[in-house]
């Protein structure tokens, strides 16, 4: 299993944007498929967008429109571009990983329960 990180979360007020990364303890992701989720205070996680080995993406409705995922083959990271924020947008964001390193993730699903690699997460706020 890979280590996953994620940075660049932080305080921005209503309108705003924030662009996260994660990066893996691998230093590439391979095979996996990765995934942003979410969690409000209170609230269920719940899945952001995801993207395979090949770069295909998919997006939940919980921000669609408003959020772009990709790969960034240079720095080795997977970003979230959040765009529009919300105060309701408030939460933990995390990234975790689906299959192996060295496995072949084709075809991203956004199902939370095939997700069995988990970063710490990284605080996002936004005020009205």
């Known amino acids: 299993q890979v280590r996953l990180v994620e940075f660049g979360g932080g305080s921005v007020q209503a309108g705003g944007s924030l662009r996260l990364s994660c990066i893996s303890s691998?230093?590439?992701?391979?095979?996996?498929?990765i995934a942003w989720f979410r969690q409000a205070p209170g609230k269920e996680r719940e899945t952001v967008a995801g993207?395979?080995?090949?770069?295909?993406?998919k997006y939940a409705n919980s921000m669609k429109g408003r959020v772009t995922i990709s790969k960034d083959d240079d720095k080795h990271t997977v970003d979230l571009q959040m765009d529009s924020l919300k105060p309701e947008d408030t939460g933990v964001y995390y990234c975790?990983?689906?299959?192996?390193?060295?496995?072949?993730?084709?075809?991203?699903?956004?199902?939370?329960?095939?997700?069995?690699?988990w970063g710490q997460g990284s605080q996002v706020t936004v005020s009205s």
């Open positions: 691998e230093g590439t992701f391979g095979g996996l498929c």
């Open positions: 975790a990983a689906q299959g192996t390193i060295r496995g072949h993730c084709y075809g991203v699903t956004l199902d939370r329960s095939k997700y069995n690699q």
């Open positions: 993207i395979d080995m090949l770069g295909t993406t």
